[in-house]
């Protein structure tokens, strides 16, 4: 059974942390994605990487990082949190074939404070 | 401009009706895909079903099917025989393919909430 997890599935940190959301894959996927998920907002992509160590800019890339040093592992980075990145994180991956479904992780609801 | 547009936020439907749930999209380029999600409220996004723009015929899954007007850039979901289950956000998305190929992410839309009532 595919599958992508996500190392939290609720996180509570403080303005002014550096924050780690890692995602990890089983299924060999090229593509990765982070998407946050607000109501009335649906999901937007804030970073995508279509190889280990390659990274492309979302919609909404501003104040995140992301790291792909393994094909299995993708990191979004919030450098400094703050209160507006108060969401829900989702990562994606999927194959490189363009009709290909993204398969999603469990998602982690991050709270700054 | 908003690329995808669901223009239904809720919906309450009874229970065995069938479901239309709408969502209209944007783009130029010629070759995109399709999808719809479902989001219960234990916040997991499944996969329903997917519809390429060279696609010549509507995509079906069990009791999914997409109703896809290309000329009117539409591509509704129709639920058929909803069930006390089906109740959930579902998302239309697209992927613009491009030079892209399936690298891009996914453009959402809002969302629609639907309700089966028994």
């Known amino acids: 059974d595919v599958k992508v997890t996500q190392s939290s599935r609720y996180l509570v940190k403080r303005t002014g942390e550096k924050v780690f959301l890692e995602c990890v894959q089983d299924m060999d996927h090229e593509n990765m994605f982070w998407y946050r998920q607000d109501p009335g907002l649906g999901l937007r992509l804030i970073y995508f990487s279509y190889d280990v160590k390659m990274k492309e800019k979302g919609d909404i890339p501003e104040g995140y990082s992301v790291s792909r040093e393994k094909k299995e592992r993708f990191s979004l980075i919030l450098e400094s949190a703050s209160t507006n990145q108060t969401s829900m994180y989702l990562c994606?991956?999927?194959?490189?074939?363009?009709?290909?479904?993204?398969?999603f992780g469990p998602g982690t609801r991050l709270t700054v404070t | 401009a908003q690329k995808i547009t669901q223009t239904q936020p809720g919906m309450f439907v009874q229970e065995k009706e069938a479901v239309t749930l709408d969502c209209t999209y944007d783009?130029?380029?010629?070759?995109?895909?399709l999808f719809w999600y479902k989001q219960p409220s234990s916040g997991e996004m499944i996969f329903l079903i997917y519809?390429?723009?060279?696609?010549?015929q509507n995509a079906t899954e069990g009791r999914y099917s997409l109703n896809f007007q290309k000329a009117r850039k539409s591509a509704n979901l129709v639920i058929s025989a909803s069930q006390l289950g089906d109740s959930a956000m579902y998302f239309c998305a697209m992927r613009e393919i491009g030079t892209g190929g399936g690298a891009d992410g996914l453009t959402f839309g809002k969302g629609t909430h639907l309700i089966i009532q028994p």
């Open positions: 994606a991956s999927t194959t490189g074939t363009s009709g290909s479904e993204q398969y």
């Open positions: 519809q390429g723009s060279y696609d010549q």
């Open positions: 783009t130029s380029d010629p070759s995109y895909g």
